[in-house]
């Protein structure tokens, strides 16, 4: 099963910048899309930014104009560049890898999160 590895979370003041990585490997299987999800304490864990392995991107609406997802040429790193970040973007984020596995069947690996925490 492929391996999916954060880094990159931190304390930063509002309106400041951090860029997120998440690194997959031994995967077997091709990777259709990969991207970020986060969870605030007592909340859901949502989506907050996906890449296909052709390259679309999809963001959730609170973090249009603020975050950019790109990837590697090899399509096995992710990153989420986060500027402009406000208290509320504080949470625990988590990167996913959706693998191929036949016709019809997908699996998704999460990796282990990392803890953003934006201070007002």
């Known amino acids: 099963q492929v391996q999916v590895v954060e880094s990159g979370g931190g304390l930063v003041q509002a309106g400041g910048s951090l860029r997120l990585s998440c690194a997959t490997s031994?995967?077997?299987?091709?990777?259709?899309?990969m991207g970020w999800y986060h969870q605030a304490p007592g909340k859901q864990r949502e989506l907050v930014a996906s890449?296909?392995?052709?390259?679309?991107?999809d963001y959730a609406d609170s973090v249009k104009g603020r975050f950019t997802i790109a990837r590697t040429d090899a399509k096995n790193t992710v990153f989420l560049q986060m500027n402009n970040l406000k208290p509320e973007d504080t949470a625990v984020y988590y990167c996913?890898?959706?693998?191929?596995?036949?016709?019809?069947?997908?699996?998704?690996?999460w990796g282990q999160g990392t803890q953003v925490t934006v201070s007002s």
């Open positions: 996913y890898a959706k693998e191929l596995i036949t016709s019809g069947f997908e699996r998704i690996t």
């Open positions: 890449i296909t392995g052709g390259g679309i991107t």
């Open positions: 031994g995967n077997k299987f091709t990777i259709s899309a």
